[in-house]
């Protein structure tokens, strides 16, 4: 059993940088690949960044790092050059199995959610 506790997010203006944070814990926890998904309202639960590549969606590819420090057993999500776009509920994810092709049905384990909202 994986247990991950998110943190960060909140209101940004356009351009601005925030960062999240997924710390693990639970057995064998720090051998999981975690990734970053988002879901707007009213739209379906979208692939952001995984930790292994790392491996970027293309909305995000060059603003968006994601990043472990495995000391803490936290995975980052550094979130520049906000745009309004990038509104949404970001959740981290674990598994213990590497998908080419990341999708949320492939994930056991998830955080609680957090919201990011970019005003224009």
């Known amino acids: 059993q994986v247990q991950l506790v998110q943190s960060g997010g909140g209101l940004a203006q356009a351009g601005a940088s925030l960062r999240l944070s997924c710390a693990a814990s639970g057995r064998a926890s720090s051998t999981y690949v975690i990734t970053w998904f988002r879901q707007a309202p009213g739209t379906v639960r979208e692939f952001v960044a995984t930790?292994?590549?790392?491996t970027y969606a293309d909305s995000v590819k060059g603003r968006f790092t994601i990043e472990r420090d495995s000391a803490k057993n936290t995975v980052y999500l550094e979130m520049n050059d906000l745009k309004p776009e990038d509104t949404a509920v970001y959740y981290c994810?674990?598994?213990?199995?590497?998908?080419?092709?990341?999708?949320?049905?492939?994930?056991?384990?998830w955080g609680q959610g957090t919201q990011v909202a970019v005003s224009s």
């Open positions: 994810a674990a598994t213990t199995k590497y998908y080419t092709d990341p999708h949320p049905s492939q994930y056991l384990y």
């Open positions: 930790i292994l590549g790392p």
